[in-house]
């Protein structure tokens, strides 16, 4: 039997910041939504409907700020209520399906996804919809199959808030791992903002014992996000993200940073130069086991609302070759959030380098009844046969 630990995460979306904004009457929820200030502008969306203002487009936009900070099962009766309403969203009608399918209700999705493929407006989330209804309705059957697997939650180290994006660090084989356990609230969920963790186990076989640790000063900032920490094989490389910090001055994207280890400590992290898409988020790094390839996820152009894998050949240190898509089709649409909590990510078995996806909605993580927010799971199986990451 072997252990690994999944390398990815969340609700879901590897989240660090990004803004959406509206139109329509400029309240003082909307002024908040606007911002990405979403849990500010879900009590005050309440408040409207509580007094009857505007009651079928308020409860749209809560479910929006539910669904754009990672929480789209909560989302799932204020997206019935704006339909009810008639509510003036034309996508109201697929987003309901996406919470419906969040929440574990697969069968009402797949004939939600249907109805919208049918008569949906909007004809790219039509068809959408339209895979979205075969996938859903195939996963009873996917879900019914039988597995070697046993998942587990780390319960030492899972909290209330969210915890993803594990890896392993190579020379003392700590995991490191994001978490909002703590510091300054960040306005679009109410958490606090993501920093980076590490734990030493005294049992390595069991993942039990051991002390959480917070990272060195210089990979985690006051107000903004960082997550998704990986690190080259050789342990002299470390990449992760950081988010913009949420300002008007300073609301950018999500980008790749770097630190080097040279002479028992790490360098002050440094951006990705030629990397970075200064258009679009990236983030969800991960060496393939050679060290010689870097994969990460970007939402830049081309990538047609989906998450695109882009590749980097690694020539030296902070040298990359030119990035490319290595997998557009092979994951489903996953929407732009604030932050992107990492809600599909790229993820490596560092002993066998197979390839994984990891998603917060892991049906099989709800029916263990664990918490809505994605936390750090073990998965023990015997594995017969590894497979190569990439071939060509």
Known sequence: MKTYILLGAVATSAALLTGCATSGSVSKADKRFTQGEYETAIALYKK?????????????????SYRLSNRLEL??????????????????????????????????AATQFEAYAQAGSNRTLAEQAEAAARTARASTALLAMRTNDEV??????????????????PETKELVFASGREGKVFQGNGEGFNDLYAIKFEDEQKLTGGTVRKLESIFNSEDRHEASATYSPDGK?????????GSKKGYLSVDLWASYYKNGAWSEPEILRGVNSSTADEFSPVFSPDGQTLYFTSTRKGA???????SRLWKAPAAFLLPKTWATKSIRPVTRTSPPLLRTAPCISPPTGIPALVSSTYSRCRKAKLPTWVHLLTVTATISRPFSLVSG
């Open 304 to 310: 047609s609302a989906a998450t695109t894998f882009i």
């Open 237 to 245: 490389m470390m990449v992760f993200a950081r988010s913009n910090d």
């Open 75 to 108: 989302a799932e009766p204020y997206y019935k209520a704006a339909l009810d309403g008639k509510a003036k969203a034309p996508d109201a009608g697929f987003r309901y399906a996406q919470a419906l399918r969040a929440s574990g209700k697969t069968e009402e």
């Open 152 to 169: 587990t939650p780390l319960d030492q180290i899972n909290t209330s808030a969210a915890e993803f994006s594990a890896t392993r660090m």
């Open 48 to 64: 409207d409907v509580t007094k009857g203002r505007n009651i079928a487009q308020s409860n749209y936009r809560i479910a929006e």
